[in-house]
């Protein structure tokens, strides 16, 4: 906190512009083949001009020897120690699809996974299903209810998917709650455990919808299991408009990244499709923090929108036809004065200027 008071007295105000680019993941791991990492490998004409003209440096995220996840590391970028904030990623997750996160609810960022028939998980992401599969398994799970709390249950992208606790009886939830993700195959799934007291009792909800929920997906194989990651509750942090004084705005087209920028109060701009897959209830692209490329759904859309389109063209151009090229005759009416010039009648010299459709 005292960072934040020290920025707010350093802050001038000025009219300039600042745009920040964050490529996550860029850095990559050496290949065994040549010993590059992918950036090293790549043609990078444009990299390379920009830091020949460039102040370049290199930042720690969090601290020497400790790799962050994405949201930590987004998190030190905008300025907040992740030592000292530390979010959890439900909370990312649910800011990230602009889901109306009350301070008292408890977040967890799910996963669909796959087990066997000994229970042993075989897939941890369900072989990334599709949004579109996800929503469906989501509408199942909203069936299942709690004492005391209601349940919201929201499809993120593929295979994530956000759950959220909110208390209906006035108690207080508390968030401080291992993961259920083992984080390796072989094994079985894990119980929501306790990591403090105070968390007992939310952790007996958490496993009580857990068990409800893998009860259900038993027979959606892959995604016939789940687990519950990063639950957390909304810490309220400082927000970077009014600590740096900067009116930031967004672009990202992973949830979580825009569950970050929520988090500290910046504006998210909507990505163009997106509105619209919301409309449809189905994916058109397919986004990766690398890459992005139009789905199977989103090329059968296309194909009818490029005629729909052609059409439009078609019609406005039979219009403009019209407009553009009058036919007939053009009658004027003027007094007889108007053809005596000098003595002669009956011939009339004009020069005829106007605003119309047409020449």
């Known amino acids: 906190m005292a960072q934040f008071q020290l920025m707010r007295g350093l802050r001038i105000w000025a009219s300039t512009n600042i745009v920040h680019r964050a490529m996550d993941g860029l850095g990559g791991l050496p290949r065994e083949s040549d010993g590059l990492t992918e950036l090293e490998a ?26 962050p996840g994405s949201g930590p590391a987004h998190l030190s970028l905008f300025g907040y120690d992740p030592l000292v904030y530390d979010i959890g990623r439900g909370v990312l997750e649910a800011l990230g699809i602009d889901f109306d996160l009350q301070p008292e609810d408890v977040a967890a ?35 299942i209810e709690l004492p005391g709390v209601r349940t919201f249950v929201e499809a993120v ?6 759950l959220v606790l909110r208390p209906t009886e006035g108690q207080t ?6 993961d259920t993700d083992p984080q390796r195959l072989g094994v079985p799934p894990l119980m929501a455990e306790a990591q403090d007291e105070a968390s007992q009792e939310t952790a007996a909800l958490v496993n009580r919808w857990i068990a409800a929920a893998r009860e259900i997906l038993a027979d959606h194989s892959p995604a016939n299991c789940l687990n519950l990651r990063g639950l957390a509750k909304d810490p309220g942090l400082p927000k970077f408009p009014e600590i740096f004084g900067l009116h930031a ?9 825009r569950g970050v920028a929520r988090l500290v109060g910046m504006d998210v701009v909507t990505l163009p499709g997106e509105a619209l897959e919301d ?4 994916r058109l692209f397919d986004r990766t923090t690398r890459s992005i490329r139009i789905t199977e759904e989103g090329s059968t859309f296309l194909l009818h929108v490029e005629r729909i389109l052609a059409e439009i063209e078609a019609a ?25 010039r000098e003595g002669q009648e009956g011939r009339i010299r004009a020069v005829i200027g106007g605003e119309g459709p047409g020449p």
């Open 249 to 257: 705005a967004a672009i990202a087209a992973y949830p979580m990244y």
């Open 42 to 67: 790549a043609h990078t004409p444009n990299l390379d001009a920009l830091a020949a003209h460039s102040q370049l440096g290199l930042a720690v995220p969090v601290a020497h020897g400790i790799t």
């Open 173 to 178: 939830l508390h968030a401080n709650i291992a």
């Open 109 to 143: 960022r799910g996963n669909f996974c796959t087990v066997d028939d000994e229970g042993l998980i075989t897939d941890r992401r369900a072989g990334r299903i599709a949004t579109e599969v996800s929503r469906k398994l989501v509408a199942l799970l909203r069936e």
């Open 316 to 340: 406005r151009a039979s219009v403009d036809d019209k407009v553009t090229k009058p036919k007939g005759k053009l009658k004027l009416a003027a007094p007889a004065c108007l053809g005596r």
């Open 279 to 282: 409309e449809l209830h189905a």
């Open 157 to 162: 992208k593929e295979y994530r998917f956000v």
